[in-house]
């Protein structure tokens, strides 16, 4: 027999960072969850995809974490990075940091590392069950059941939606469902560019062959090479490189064409690499996009969440920050929308939480496609780094109404994404503006600055 509908769990589809978090949020707050996962237990299964190793955590990632009280756990596996260690061609090596005070590092932490912590966490709370190799293949309307198959066997059983919480990532199935029956629409706009990831090893003693504290970049203008420091000496390095055309993963197939690229466009770190061609011609070439929905919920029964509802291009390093902010959001909104502890008005929260939501997610979007061309090509512009010189010195001066976007973004959770796009098309503006007859800091006139900031930027607390 079927439980009584409001005695079910709260059925969350795919267990990654998004559904891991959320099930500690909604466990807490007094609901019973069910985590269905497709791949195996992360804690003791090794990974497949080849994918995504280590990523960026920021502040916002950091507060969700805090907030759903699990941060401690995770807090020894992060490795801050002050700043982008840029490797220009030809030029010399050197340190832009992001911010001006000491806590305005972003840090690396390995993806499964990180997931294995959420969901040990989630395994440890009472009103969780988690249900690996579990695959939810449809969506019974009809009985507002989810079908889920079981990998090892099989055999589908089928999970009332009570509701389900889609944290199934980019290629969401529960998203593809919906819109094939135009319940939402759906768009998934594909880069023109792709990545692989490539391993610097750590040296013979276990030791960084690179600065540690630092996300390294060699930007090529129409391409680049990243790399996050790993907890055990090695950096993963992401090569991001267009799909098609003369230098790219469709053209780039023989090992001497590999090496020839590799050792031509990246000399200086192409030495520590010694596995590069290999794991190019071995490691799967992943696809970047943006995901576009529109609403995120079907009625009270549906909802899509994170890269679900609204993947983006990785060049903000703010994807799964974004993710965790939607928990928040979801659980802000439940604690406004609740009646008794465990009755709430889903539909309504739903709405809620997208209406909240969607402009800042669009926001997020966007900056993270502006990024790629800033990580690519602007960030060894001298005209650039003036900007970027005097926008930290504006902070200094004025740091209630001038923040530089990425700050806002990277290190202010309390900004929302919404707000650092629209005051960052004004300040860069302003920026374009005040440097144009100016080769350094001190020929930047302060009193127009000042005037200027006053006339143009409201002071944050009002924003
Ligand atoms: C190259 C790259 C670099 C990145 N770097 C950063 C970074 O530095 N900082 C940052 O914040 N973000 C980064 N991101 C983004 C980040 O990885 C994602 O935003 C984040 O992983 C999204 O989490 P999620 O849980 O929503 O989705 P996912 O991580 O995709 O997890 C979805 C889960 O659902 C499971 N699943 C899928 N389908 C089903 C199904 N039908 N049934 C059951 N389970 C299912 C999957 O197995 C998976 O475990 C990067 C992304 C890429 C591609």
């Given at each position: 027999?079927?439980?009584?509908?409001?005695?079910?769990?709260?059925?969350?589809?795919?267990?990654?960072?998004?559904?891991?978090?959320?099930?500690?949020?909604?466990?807490?707050?007094?609901?019973?969850?069910?985590?269905?996962?497709?791949?195996?237990?992360?804690?003791?299964?090794?990974?497949?995809?080849?994918?995504?190793?280590?990523?960026?955590?920021?502040?916002?990632?950091?507060?969700?974490?805090?907030?759903?009280?699990?941060?401690?756990?995770?807090?020894?596996?992060?490795?801050?990075?002050?700043?982008?260690?840029?490797?220009?061609?030809?030029?010399?090596?050197?340190?832009?940091?992001?911010?001006?005070?000491?806590?305005?590092?972003i840090?690396?932490?390995?993806?499964?590392?990180?997931?294995?912590?959420?969901?040990?966490?989630?395994?440890?709370?009472?009103?969780?069950?988690?249900?690996?190799?579990?695959?939810?293949?449809?969506?019974?309307?009809?009985t507002?059941?989810?079908?889920?198959?079981?990998?090892?066997?099989?055999?589908?059983?089928?999970?009332?939606?009570?509701?389900?919480?889609?944290?199934?990532?980019?290629?969401?199935?529960?998203?593809?469902?919906?819109?094939?029956?135009?319940?939402?629409?759906?768009?998934?706009?594909?880069?023109?560019?792709?990545?692989?990831?490539?391993?610097?090893?750590?040296?013979?003693?276990?030791?960084y062959?690179?600065?540690?504290?630092?996300?390294?970049?060699?930007?090529?203008?129409?391409?680049?090479?990243?790399?996050?420091?790993?907890?055990?000496?090695?950096?993963?390095?992401?090569?991001?490189?267009?799909?098609?055309?003369?230098s790219?993963?469709?053209?780039?197939?023989?090992?001497?064409?590999?090496?020839?690229?590799?050792?031509?466009?990246?000399?200086?770190?192409?030495?520590?690499?010694?596995?590069?061609?290999?794991?190019?011609?071995?490691?799967?070439?992943?696809?970047?996009?943006?995901?576009?929905?529109?609403?995120?919920?079907?009625?009270?029964?549906?909802?899509?969440?994170?890269?679900?509802?609204?993947?983006?291009?990785?060049?903000?390093?703010?994807?799964?920050?974004?993710?965790?902010?939607?928990?928040?959001?979801?659980?802000t909104?439940?604690?406004?929308?609740?009646?008794s502890?465990?009755?709430?008005?889903?539909?309504?929260?739903?709405?809620?939480?997208?209406?909240?939501?969607?402009?800042?997610?669009?926001?997020?979007?966007?900056?993270?496609l502006?990024?790629y061309?800033?990580?690519?090509?602007?960030?060894?512009?001298?005209?650039?780094?003036?900007?970027?010189?005097?926008?930290?010195?504006?902070?200094?001066?004025?740091?209630?109404?001038?923040?530089?976007?990425?700050?806002?973004?990277m290190?202010?959770?309390?900004?929302?994404?919404?707000?650092?796009?629209?005051?960052?098309?004004?300040?860069?503006?302003?920026?374009?503006?005040?440097?144009?007859?100016?080769?350094?800091?001190?020929?930047?006139?302060?009193?127009?600055?000042?005037r200027?900031?006053?006339?143009?930027?409201?002071?944050?607390?009002?924003?």
């Open positions: 027999m079927m439980p009584a509908r409001d005695s079910s769990p709260v059925l969350i589809a795919g267990a990654g960072p998004t559904g891991a978090l959320l099930a500690i949020l909604l466990e807490r707050r007094g609901l019973e969850v069910r985590l269905i996962e497709a791949r195996g237990d992360p804690r003791t299964q090794a990974d497949a995809s080849g994918r995504s190793i280590n990523l960026a955590l920021a502040d916002r990632g950091i507060e969700a974490l805090k907030r759903a009280g699990v941060l401690a756990e995770i807090e020894p596996a992060l490795i801050p990075m002050r700043g982008r260690f840029v490797h220009p061609l030809g030029g010399t090596a050197h340190l832009q940091p992001y911010g001006q005070r000491p806590n305005e590092q840090y690396s932490i390995s993806r499964r590392r990180l997931n294995a912590t959420l969901l040990g966490v989630a395994l440890r709370r009472p009103g969780i069950e988690v249900l690996f190799e579990q695959r939810l293949e449809d969506l019974d309307g009809v507002s059941e989810a079908e889920v198959r079981d990998v090892g066997s099989g055999v589908t059983r089928r999970f009332p939606m009570s509701p389900l919480i889609a944290a199934d990532g980019a290629g969401s199935i529960v998203r593809r469902r919906l819109a094939e029956r135009h319940l939402i629409e759906a768009q998934e706009s594909d880069l023109e560019h792709g990545y692989k990831e490539l391993s610097i090893p750590a040296g013979p003693h276990g030791e062959r690179l600065e540690r504290e630092a996300l390294h970049i060699w930007p090529r203008g129409g391409y680049m090479l990243i790399a996050l420091p790993n907890e055990d000496g090695s950096f993963t390095a992401t090569l991001f490189l267009p799909m098609q055309g003369p790219s993963f469709a053209s780039l197939t023989s090992a001497a064409a590999i090496h020839a690229f590799l050792s031509g466009a990246f000399p200086d770190v192409h030495t520590l690499m010694p596995h590069a061609v290999r794991e190019f011609r071995e490691h799967p070439t992943g696809f970047l996009g943006t995901v576009r929905a529109a609403p995120w919920h079907h009625g009270g029964s549906t909802l899509l969440i994170g890269d679900a509802a609204h993947a983006i291009v990785p060049f903000h390093g703010q994807g799964m920050n974004c993710c965790f902010e939607d928990c928040i959001e979801l659980d909104c439940m604690a406004a929308g609740g009646g502890p465990r009755v709430f008005d889903w539909k309504r929260i739903f709405e809620e939480f997208y209406a909240r939501r969607k402009p800042n997610t669009d926001a997020i979007a966007a900056m993270a502006e990024n061309l800033e990580m690519r090509e602007r960030v060894v512009d001298p005209r650039f780094q003036l900007e970027q010189a005097l926008a930290l010195e504006l902070e200094r001066r004025f740091p209630e109404r001038f923040i530089p976007r990425y700050s806002m973004v290190f202010h959770h309390e900004i929302p994404y919404r707000t650092a796009l629209e005051r960052g098309q004004v300040q860069s503006q302003l920026l374009a503006e005040l440097t144009q007859h100016a080769a350094r800091l001190g020929d930047i006139d302060f009193g127009r600055a000042e200027e900031i006053r006339a143009r930027l409201p002071p944050l607390t009002s924003a």
